[in-house]
C-alpha cells in the first residue's frame, strides 16, 4: 500500500482503471525472451511504448518474491493520465516478467523512486 504522503501527491485513479492499465503492461512485457541479455533495454522500450519512462533497475535484494531485478517505471495510468510508479520485476529463474504495485513491503524503494523523480524534476 503506498502511504497516504505519496497518494496525496497525485489524483486517486479507480481500481479497475488501473487494473486495466496493468494488464496491458504485463501483456506487453511476457514478450521478454529469457535469452535477451538486456532486461532494462526491453523494460524501457516496453515504458515508453505505454508514454511512461524507466526510472532505474536494481537488484530485487528480498524486497519482491521469486524476483532477481525490479525495474522502477512511471506510468500514465487511467483516462486522466496521472503517473503512477509500477515494478517491472524479473523472476529468479530469469525467464518473465510481472507487474507489481507498491505495498507495505516495497513502500520505500516508491518512496525513492518519488524523491528520485522530485530530484529530475529539479533540473
Known sequence: MVSTELATARTPISPNEISLDLIGLELSLEAFN????????FVQQTAEDFGGELLFTLPASGLVGDCKTIA??????GASGDMQTVFACLNDAGT?????????????????????????EKF
Open 72 to 77: 522502477v517505471l512511471r506510468l500514465p495510468m
Open 34 to 41: 529469457a535469452s535477451q541479455d538486456d532486461f532494462s533495454g
Open 96 to 120: 518473465s516478467v510481472r507487474v507489481e504495485e507498491p505495498n507495505e513491503r516495497s513502500a520505500g524503494l516508491a518512496r525513492f523512486a518519488h524523491a528520485f523523480i522530485d530530484v529530475l
